[in-house]
């Protein structure tokens, strides 16, 4: 192979690998944290347009709540499904729910999803 050939092939698959790394980047922002009040902890997502943050680092084996928050969300991303939990519901367009997740529950990695699987967000209980 010609050495010009080598070198632009080189040259897309970084340009490629750049694209794909910011894509990623930039898909719900920042990974988000729970906020612990007495012994509970808190793990709060937006749901419009899908879910943000996208991952939330949270602790294993505590009670947590999980608050999903919807504000105008006529989308798909109203339609939660969190498979480990057997929860499915369609969320009002407008208001915060809540879903408990015992201490078992909270265990490896959670994923919610809208109800046609096109939006996720992950739990990582750590
Ligand atoms: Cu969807």
Redesign the pocket.
């Known amino acids: 192979m010609n050495k010009s050939i080598i070198f632009s092939v080189g040259i897309s698959l970084i340009i490629i690998g750049g694209a794909l790394w910011l894509g990623s980047q930039s898909l719900g922002g920042a990974p988000g944290v729970a906020t612990v009040v007495d012994g509970t902890q808190f793990i709060d997502v937006t749901a419009k347009g899908g879910y943000s943050p996208h991952i939330i680092t949270a602790t294993a084996g505590m009670p947590t709540i999980l608050r999903v928050k919807t504000s105008g969300t006529f989308d798909?991303?109203s339609?939660l499904v969190i498979p480990k939990l057997s929860y499915q519901k369609f969320l009002q367009p407008s208001g915060t729910e809540e879903v408990v997740i015992s201490p078992d529950e909270a265990q490896g990695t959670m994923q919610g999803l809208?109800?046609?699987?096109?939006?996720n967000f992950q739990i990582r209980f750590e």
């Open positions: 798909c991303s339609g809208c109800s046609m699987g096109m939006y």
